[in-house]
């Protein structure tokens, strides 16, 4: 089901499809017609420590660009750092080496993303330690802070666009504890993901999107249950797509829009069409409801 002309673009996050070589999951999307991926660079996908990344990427550009796909990287991983905790270390990890190392991964991501011509590069904060002082101007909050800023700068450097996502759980877990940081680190743009509105915070999915519409540096749109931190496809969830999908065309948002279904790698061969589907759908739905011009801040 091809695109309207003035419609939105999507993108498929990679860990939903690790039971895919990256180049046959590439083919999927193209073949589905997404107008680019979300690359959660990862063991599954572009290892960044593996030998001669370099190449790799350069290899994976011209792929990119032969599919006509767009992309944005993501930095997610599980256990790439650390194989035996998830997500660790952070940003706010209490040990410097460990805060030193995913800053300097979060660096590398930017690298990769500058050498494809991404987007953005997307990160988050971390699960705060047992015991951190997470107040504001607390311990956990100064070490965000100048790793967030260390980010931005060095994203700059490459022509990158930074782009910082809050998480159910985390350190800043809404779109309040991201203008808190925003407005500490100047250039830092919002990773929206619609589906922690139903999750975390005081937003609706659409409102996040009115009230941020110039904040948006990346995208996600999967569907959840009201409550729960669970990804799941269009329509499995209690989101209102052509709600949120209307008001990204509203505010004339051109980035991609991802989705993120990483418990689905099992059925990818018939989900990721059946999702864009969904999702192209959802959007002529939504597309007669888009808000008044003075609901878009």
Same mark, same amino acid.
């Given at each position: 089901m091809s695109a309207p002309a003035d419609g939105l673009r999507y993108a498929y996050n990679t860990n939903g499809l690790t039971s895919h070589r990256l180049t046959d999951a590439l083919?999927?999307?193209?073949? #589905?017609?997404?107008?680019?991926? @979300?690359?959660t660079v990862d063991v599954?996908?572009?290892?960044?420590? @593996? +030998?001669?990344?370099?190449?790799?990427?350069?290899?994976?550009?011209?792929?990119?660009?032969?599919?006509?796909? &767009? #992309?944005?990287?993501e930095t997610g991983a599980r256990f790439l750092l650390d194989p035996r905790r998830k997500h660790e270390p952070t940003l706010?990890?209490?040990?410097?080496? &460990?805060?030193?190392r995913r800053l300097a991964f979060l660096r590398l991501c930017a690298d990769i993303a500058a050498d494809l011509g991404s987007e953005a590069v997307s990160f988050w904060a971390g699960v705060p330690a047992p015991g951190?002082?997470? #107040?504001?101007?607390?311990?956990?909050? $100064?070490?965000?802070?100048?790793?967030?800023?260390?980010?931005?700068?060095?994203?700059?450097?490459?022509?990158?666009? @930074?782009?910082?996502? +809050?998480e159910p759980g985390m350190l800043v877990e809404d779109c309040a504890g991201w203008s808190r940081l925003a407005a500490l680190v100047p250039g830092l743009r919002l990773a929206l993901d619609t589906g922690h509105c139903l999750v975390a915070g005081g937003l609706t999915p659409r409102q996040a999107v009115l009230d941020h519409a110039r904040d948006l540096g990346a995208v996600a749109v999967e569907d959840m249950p009201y409550g729960r931190h669970e990804h799941r496809a269009p329509g499995e969830g209690d989101m209102d797509l052509p709600a949120v999908l209307g008001a990204l065309r509203a505010v004339r948002y051109r980035g991609l829009v991802s989705l993120?279904? #990483?418990?689905?790698?099992?059925?990818?061969?018939?989900?990721?069409?059946?999702?864009?589907?969904?999702?192209?759908?959802?959007? $002529? @739905?939504?597309?007669?409801?888009?808000?008044?011009?003075?609901e878009v801040r």
């Open positions: 083919a999927l999307l193209a073949d #589905s017609g997404y107008d680019g991926v @979300a690359l599954a996908h572009h290892d960044p420590f @593996a +030998p001669r990344l370099a190449a790799r990427t350069a290899a994976l550009a011209r792929r990119l660009d032969r599919l006509g796909l &767009g #992309s944005t990287v706010i990890s209490p040990d410097p080496a &460990g805060r030193a951190t002082d997470t #107040s504001p101007g607390g311990t956990a909050w $100064r070490h965000l802070v100048d790793g967030v800023r260390a980010v931005v700068a060095y994203a700059a450097e490459r022509g990158v666009t @930074a782009a910082f996502e +809050p993120e279904l #990483s418990r689905d790698a099992h059925r990818a061969d018939v989900l990721v069409p059946a999702a864009l589907e969904a999702l192209r759908n959802a959007e $002529r @739905a939504g597309a007669g409801g888009a808000p008044e011009p003075e």
